[in-house]
Nanobody, 124 residues
Framework: QVQLVESGGGLVQPGGSLRLSCAASGSVARIHAMGWYRQAPGKERELVAR??????????NYEDSVKGRFTISRDDAKDIMYLQMNSLNAEDTAVYYC???????????????WGPGTQVTVSS
């Protein structure tokens, strides 16, 4: 019921920046949390950043290696989540995925929806 599509990936040089976008459609109002994940060759998929709707505003958390360099944000009017990535290095090279957590109804279990991913390559 929630569809996600990532965009904004590409090739950048070390020290450069990229801004990833995740466009959500469907039952967007039922989403309570979203996140960016990445998977590099030979490695498991890992959480990069997550944003959760809280009682006093959105709460965010980041993987230690990206803290201070990456920023996750949401534009509710456009139903888009962003990941601003600065000071990129070779270790950031991976396929980046967008994930949404939502409920089909108020009492139902949590469901997950994933986008197809977008490639980010950091190389000189």
């Amino acid at each position: 019921q929630v569809q996600l599509v990532e965009s904004g990936g590409g090739l950048v040089q070390p020290g450069g920046s990229l801004r990833l976008s995740c466009a959500a459609s469907g039952s967007v109002a039922r989403i309570h949390a979203m996140g960016w994940y990445r998977q590099a060759p030979g490695k498991e998929r890992e959480l990069v950043a997550r944003i959760v709707r809280g009682a006093y505003g959105d709460r965010t958390n980041y993987e230690d290696s990206v803290k201070g360099r990456f920023t996750i944000s949401r534009d509710d009017a456009k139903d888009i989540m962003y990941l601003q990535m600065n000071s990129l290095n070779a270790e950031d090279t991976a396929v980046y995925y967008c994930k949404a957590e939502f409920r089909r109804n108020g009492l139902g279990p949590v469901s997950e929806s994933w986008g197809p991913g977008t490639q980010v390559t950091v190389s000189s």
